[in-house]
């Protein structure tokens, strides 16, 4: 049974104009939403959605006031199901965990156990966060295009838009060591040596993938494709894509729209594949974090990984929107 009932949250509110403003709270185990199991959480990390959500973007929070953070790693400290025991190390991704219900943004947490994965042996808990959502969602991209005939052997490099951020720099990691070759798209010049470090074997300018083709099509290019930013790059890389290739859409940070010619559909066969990590069935989360242990060459991690105290998460939501954010922020918070 939980025995200490105070915990620490940054908690949004938002005032009568719409506008929301965050601030680091005390809060006890009443506050918490009702669900069966009770986690001492010891990490989180920094997503996209994170810094839309903390700036009132996007209205994926209806409800005030709110703990956000959208994953967290964490001890059970209570769970009624049965499902875990106290002392059991989880994780928790997706299920609108930090929009429609309170995140890891806290050192307490309270979810329904169906959304909770174990820690996957031989990773630590700050090994765990440093996947998270981004490295799930990164595996399930993988998993989709390999579902649609990628292999290491097709012709041409696979691209990877958006690939200095969190799920773009797993990406990078996981397919060069699985034999994949990579081309790595960013908009920042300062990124290079760190994505080569990663595995990546081209660097792709940002200036180039917005270069509309001057046609419905492209020379083909790519044997796959993880697109992480969306907007007229989407468009463009469906026109370079190879016969029968496929495109896992992941982020749209660049816009909603969609505009692309149905001709790379009609004459190349090329598949758009979206990838949603927030409803993923438990029995495919299990694979891709098995996959993940065995598959991410853990080394890779540490150049991805910063980890900031609590308190900066707020600074930090700002900067992510910039893109001045690399790699994963593993957030401590306990700190």
Same mark, same amino acid.
Request: aromatic residues 6%; hydrophobic residues 40%; contains cysteine.
């Given at each position: 049974?939980?025995?200490?009932?105070?915990?620490?949250?940054?908690?949004?509110?938002?005032?009568?104009?719409?506008?929301?403003?965050?601030?680091?709270?005390?809060?006890?185990?009443?506050?918490?939403?009702?669900?069966?199991?009770?986690?001492?959480?010891?990490?989180?990390?920094?997503?996209?959605?994170?810094?839309?959500?903390?700036?009132?973007?996007?209205?994926?929070?209806?409800?005030?006031?709110?703990?956000?953070?959208?994953?967290?790693?964490?001890?059970?400290?209570?769970?009624?199901?049965?499902?875990?025991?106290?002392?059991?190390?989880?994780?928790?991704?997706?299920?609108?965990?930090?929009?429609?219900?309170?995140?890891?943004? $806290?050192?307490? $947490?309270?979810?329904?156990?169906?959304?909770?994965?174990?820690?996957?042996?031989?990773?630590?808990?700050?090994?765990?966060?440093?996947?998270?959502?981004?490295?799930?969602?990164?595996?399930?991209?993988?998993?989709?295009?390999?579902? /649609?005939?990628?292999?290491?052997?097709?012709?041409?490099?696979?691209?990877?838009?958006?690939?200095?951020?969190?799920?773009?720099?797993?990406?990078?990691?996981?397919?060069?060591?699985?034999?994949?070759?990579?081309?790595?798209?960013?908009?920042?010049?300062?990124? /290079?040596?760190?994505? *080569?470090?990663?595995?990546?074997? *081209?660097?792709?300018?940002?200036?180039?993938?917005?270069?509309?083709?001057?046609?419905?099509?492209?020379?083909?290019?790519?044997?796959?494709?993880?697109?992480?930013?969306?907007?007229?790059?989407?468009?463009?890389?469906?026109?370079?894509?190879?016969?029968?290739?496929?495109?896992?859409?992941?982020?749209?940070?660049?816009?909603? *729209?969609?505009?692309?010619?149905?001709?790379?559909?009609?004459?190349?066969?090329?598949?758009?594949?979206?990838?949603?990590?927030?409803?993923?069935?438990?029995?495919?989360?299990?694979?891709?974090?098995?996959?993940?242990?065995?598959?991410?060459?853990?080394?890779?991690?540490?150049?991805?990984?910063?980890? /900031?105290?609590?308190?900066?998460?707020?600074?930090?939501?700002?900067?992510?929107?910039?893109?001045?954010?690399?790699?994963? $922020?593993?957030?401590?918070?306990? $700190?």
């Amino acid at each position: 049974m939980t025995t200490q009932t105070q915990f620490q949250a940054l908690v949004l509110d938002q005032d009568a104009d719409g506008k929301v403003s965050g601030s680091f709270q005390t809060l006890d185990n009443a506050n918490l939403p009702d669900a069966d199991t009770t986690i001492s959480v010891k990490y989180s990390s920094l997503n996209y959605k994170d810094g839309m959500i903390m700036n009132g973007l996007g209205k994926l929070v209806r409800d005030y006031p709110h703990v956000p953070g959208v994953d967290f790693v964490g001890v059970v400290e209570e769970c009624t199901s049965g499902a875990f025991k106290p002392g059991d190390e989880v994780i928790c991704t997706g299920w609108r965990v930090g929009e429609v219900w309170w995140g890891g943004f $806290a050192t307490r $947490a309270r979810v329904k156990s169906e959304w909770l994965v174990a820690v996957p042996k031989g990773l630590s808990m700050v090994q765990t966060m440093s996947i998270g959502t981004a490295g799930l969602t990164a595996m399930m991209s993988l998993m989709a295009l390999e579902e /649609h005939g990628l292999t290491p052997d097709r012709e041409g490099e696979v691209l990877i838009t958006g690939a200095a951020g969190g799920v773009g720099s797993v990406c990078v990691a996981l397919l060069a060591n699985l034999g994949y070759r990579v081309a790595a798209g960013t908009g920042r010049e300062s990124t /290079h040596a760190y994505l *080569t470090e990663l595995g990546a074997t *081209t660097l792709v300018s940002r200036e180039e993938l917005e270069q509309a083709p001057r046609g419905p099509l492209s020379k083909a290019r790519w044997s796959g494709a993880i697109d992480n930013v969306g907007g007229k790059i989407l468009g463009n890389l469906l026109a370079a894509l190879n016969s029968n290739a496929s495109c896992a859409a992941v982020g749209n940070v660049a816009g909603f *729209t969609f505009e692309a010619s149905v001709l790379p559909f009609l004459l190349r066969g090329v598949n758009l594949l979206g990838i949603d990590s927030v409803n993923c069935p438990t029995d495919r989360r299990v694979v891709a974090w098995n996959r993940l242990t065995k598959q991410l060459p853990l080394d890779k991690l540490d150049p991805m990984i910063e980890i /900031h105290p609590l308190k900066d998460v707020l600074k930090l939501g700002g900067e992510i929107l910039k893109g001045q954010v690399r790699g994963r $922020a593993v957030i401590d918070v306990n $700190a």
